[in-house]
Nanobody, 127 residues
Framework: VHLAESGGGSVEPGDSLSLSCAAS????????VSWFRQAPGKEREFVAY????????YVSDAVKGRFSISRDNARNTYYLQMTSLKPEDTAVYYC?????????????????????WGQGTQVTVSW
């Protein structure tokens, strides 16, 4: 499975941005996709996940109410829609995927659950 993020950029506080994660290779083997982010000098942080079926999705408390996650199976693409962006949302955003239900079930918000990672896309929120 190969993942490629796009859609990052520089925006002002209060703006919206939509990130995309295109899966290729063996996209049909994906069980779940998550978005993580890493701000300068900080550890990587879980943001949201969605299963390929769409049955399960979750957004972290840190971004709940502002961010949402979705997928388009026909395009093998997963999205992170971000609204009301704040300077503290500035980070490199990564999408990741796992093919394994059992590991996902026991650690859906943990980095080590996900075997495949994209290269990341920078999101900068500032005046």
């Amino acid at each position: 499975v190969h993942l490629a993020e796009s859609g990052g950029g520089s925006v002002e506080p209060g703006d919206s941005l939509s990130l995309s994660c295109a899966a290729s290779g063996r996209p049909f083997t994906i069980f779940a996709v998550s978005w993580f982010r890493q701000a300068p000098g900080k550890e990587r942080e879980f943001v949201a996940y969605i299963t390929r079926s769409g049955e399960h999705l979750y957004v972290s408390d840190a971004v709940k109410g502002r961010f949402s996650i979705s997928r388009d199976n026909a395009r093998n693409t997963y999205y992170l829609q971000m609204t009301s962006l704040k300077p503290e949302d500035t980070a490199v955003y990564y999408c990741s995927a796992t093919e394994t239900y059992s590991s996902w079930r026991s650690g859906s918000t943990k980095e080590e659950t996900y075997s495949y990672w994209g290269q990341g896309t920078q999101v900068t929120v500032s005046w």
